[in-house]
């Protein structure tokens, strides 16, 4: 393995918490200077409670954005104040857009903004003063429309991220940042299996049932 590859990890972080800050850490951090420093930006983060995202809100705020979060439903709301977001938004609620402006307000937004971990092209960036970047990682659809249109006359760069092939500089820089927020961040375990149950490992993995949104580890050695 190339040793830019094994980085150190930070104190107090275990093997447990350390095994998942690879792909999210590096993920997030991309999403978030993919396209320059956020100091003093707003930085919107979809889907607050996941691993990708909690990495992002804790690296925005590090880099000295302010940031909104979103989660899929009320209930999600308390949870989701573990996360240090400055505000905390409904995505399901009808009054989503009026938060959306609100909390930008709130924060003291400027027209240049972050919108990493985006994973569809949802309509709020359709429907506000939004001028700043798109990023995404996932999206659950095989084929997904872009409103091209729109985006246009907003000026909005949409940019796609795909781990693998980022840049060596940029995955230096996400291990040096991501080193720096480890231990902010707490990425709950939905199971851990011995390296020879790797089977049922992957089953706990695509359960269409599996009701745990936490991370699945293998225990090595």
């Known amino acids: ?9 930070p104190e107090g972080v275990g093997f447990v918490q350390g ?32 691993a990708v995202s909690g990495a992002a809100i804790a690296l925005a705020r590090r880099g000295g954005a302010q940031v909104l979060a979103t989660v899929r439903a009320e209930s999600e709301v308390a949870l989701a104040a573990g996360t240090r977001a400055d505000h ?40 506000s003063p939004w001028a700043g970047p798109i990023a995404a990682y996932s999206t659950l659809q095989a084929d997904p429309a872009i409103p091209f249109w ?16 980022f840049p ?17 961040l707490e990425f709950p375990i939905a199971g851990r299996f011995p390296l020879e149950d790797i089977v049922q490992a992957h089953l706990a993995l695509e359960a269409p049932s599996r009701g745990s949104p936490g991370r699945v580890v293998l225990d090595i050695g």
């Not at 978030?32 to 889907?47: A, I, M, Q, S, W």
């Open 1 to 9: 393995m190339p040793s830019d590859q094994a980085v150190d990890l």
């Open 19 to 50: 095994a998942c800050l690879g792909i999210p850490g590096i993920r997030a951090h991309r999403a978030v200077f993919g396209d320059g420093p956020v100091e003093g930006r707003t930085v919107l983060v979809r889907g607050g409670l996941g």
């Open 88 to 127: 905390v938004l409904v995505q399901s609620a009808p009054d989503f857009v009026r938060q959306f402006s609100s909390g930008r307000r709130a924060v003291g937004s400027t027209a240049s903004s972050r919108w990493p971990s985006m994973p569809t092209f949802a309509p709020t960036a359709m429907s």
């Open 150 to 165: 729109p985006l246009l006359f907003k000026n909005v760069t949409v940019r796609l991220l795909g781990s693998d092939d």
């Open 168 to 184: 060596l500089d940029a995955k230096l820089a996400a291990a040096r940042d991501i080193t720096a927020v480890a231990s902010e």
